[in-house]
């Protein structure tokens, strides 16, 4: 499901115009990486949260073994579903080994 998708279907359901919804969720999206990105933890109920974390640099070789590069310390963002979204996602699981 892309973007435009979410619109299509969110206007449909809750009666707004296709603009309107663009508008509200282009805004959430902002909030969202702009609280992230300067540290702050979102938490949606029944869904998830999304949080910066500081990933470990490592070192590394190209494939050819020629040349060696150090890849820094870098903030990166994660999103950890909530306890309900991952029942979901075990439930859709479980469906599809049945069929």
């Known amino acids: 499901m892309t973007k435009q998708d979410l619109v299509d279907r969110l206007s449909d359901g809750v009666g707004l115009s296709k603009p ?3 508008a509200v969720v282009d805004g959430m999206l902002a909030l969202v990486m702009d609280a992230v990105s300067s540290g702050q933890r979102v938490e949606l109920r029944r869904f998830g949260v999304w949080k910066s974390v500081q990933r470990k640099g490592r070192h590394l070789r190209t494939p050819d073994g ?3 590069i150090d890849l820094p310390d870098r903030p990166t963002a994660v ?15 479980a469906k599809s080994m049945l069929n």
Request: proline share 5%; aromatic share 10%.
């Open 79 to 93: 999103f950890v579903p909530a306890a309900e979204f991952r029942q979901r996602m075990t439930d859709l699981k």
């Open 66 to 68: 020629a040349h060696e």
């Open 20 to 22: 309107e919804v663009q």
